[in-house]
């Protein structure tokens, strides 16, 4: 079962299924397809509470806690910031909160996408990121404290 | 001959890039195809030169040491302002204000306007098409003093809507602030007649120039403006530096901005007299090397020619703006019959984030976004585009890689 994968399998996944491109037009490609598939994001989630501003491209998140785990629907107005959304959210969905507010993206690096990840790109997924760490650090500490 | 013509035009071309050791570089595996030229200009060898010299061997601080170096740092730094004011076509030197930018320049005269030039009830006008730092300043002016902005409506095609600006001045006036040439469309303005009209009611004018110096030769005497903004970054010069130009009964009568060492006469706990012009509006020590490193962007620009970078620059514009169009989908936001080499488009639905780092991916660099002019942006009813912004040494076969780069964002996000 999907879920039973952890961070660190479901990012080797992905960085074998990207591996097969070896130009850069067609890993975009993917990417972009990828962002294409993303499930939608429900309609009162697509407003200004929970829009995260990036000078450049906005993107829209919406937490959905199960128990102990965490899933993410989200949105983006560029389609490359949706394609690396729906990446991160690939690795992220379904997994239990503590793992995901300590996860470890080096796998970024070998998607060779890392760079979109800069708070310097301005595209609003540095702070989603921080945002997904965040609302996974309340369910971690939420479900650490009802024990 | 034509064809001799052209030959000695593009030798001209290759001669002038090879002066720009950037223009050389590699990235992402192409040649940079530099086209964002209104956000900063590259630097000329001389330009880079200069400021080395300048800090190998003949740093001191200025206007305070008797000792020979410092006393030649100071002749060479006031000798670029007088190379300045005569560029810019001023009475004097004293009217040549030294900043750290444009942005600083009109920060000045809002800041010292707001001392007692200004109060509730009066009015200054500005467009839809400025520049987040020609209008943020005049807020926080307004917000001090109670003082109101009126804001000049933008035509569809990029310029100011005249009638609305005739319209807007009267009595309450205090000061007109436009930009001369818009960073997001290239619509250059009808600046003297905006001038002649504002001073039929005693009004002054001040102009972000901003965008306007690197691409023409502006003389502020000609064009009777009272208060001009430069920047030497988009001149080709270094960044941190401008020039805040200022009739000089204007800036006798406004207060200092910053206070500080160098812009005193004399200070005493029971109050401080200050410098002459232009000193009393720079307080602590100045940006040296970048006066002088402008100075000799100046010398540069001029050694090209303001008639050969306007042909070279039309030449491009004109070409840029036909290859464009004939993109399926590609929509130009802005066409001013007077524009400068800027060009601001929409491909198809794509987002201008993905279309420029597809760009980025081919060695292209463009600006995308709202350009700091968010209200201009929302006049257009988008969040922002892509920018091509050209300066003398871009060539059509970069206009070229441009027009295929498109091609393939095209086919990426279709």
Redesign the interface.
Known sequence: MIASNTIAEKAAQLVDEFSIFDD??DR??YL?DLGKELPAIDDDYRSDDYKIRG???QVWLQPIPQNDSISFKADS?????KGLIAVLLRVFNGQPAREVASADLSFLDDLELKE?LSPTR??GLDSMLKQIRMYAAAIAAKSTSTL | MEVGGLTTSSEKLERIRSDFPILGKTINGHELAYLDNAATAQKPRSVLDRINEYYTSENANVHRGVHTLSQTATETYEAARNRIATFLGASSPREIVFTRGTTEAINLVASSMGVSGIGQGDEIVVSEMEHHSNIVPWQLLCERTGATMRVVPVSEAGELEYDEYQASLNERTRLVALVHVSNSLGSINPVRRIISDAHSLDIPVLLDGAQATPHMRVNVSEIDVDFYCVSSHKMFGPTGFGVLYGKEALLEALPPYQGGGDMIEEVDFAGTTFNELPHKFEAGTPHIAGAIGFAAAIDYLESVGFDWISEQESDLLTYATGRLRDIEGLRIVGEAKQKASVISFLLGN?????V???LD?MGIAVR??HHCTQPLMKRYGI??TVRASLAFYNTRGEIDRLVSGLK?ASS??S
């Open positions: 850069w037009m975009y490609q972009i000078c450049q491209s107005d560029a389609q490359i910031t979109h301005k595209n | 794509s987002h201008p984030y993905d420029g780092t597809v991916k995308t976004g969040p922002g393939k990426l996000f």
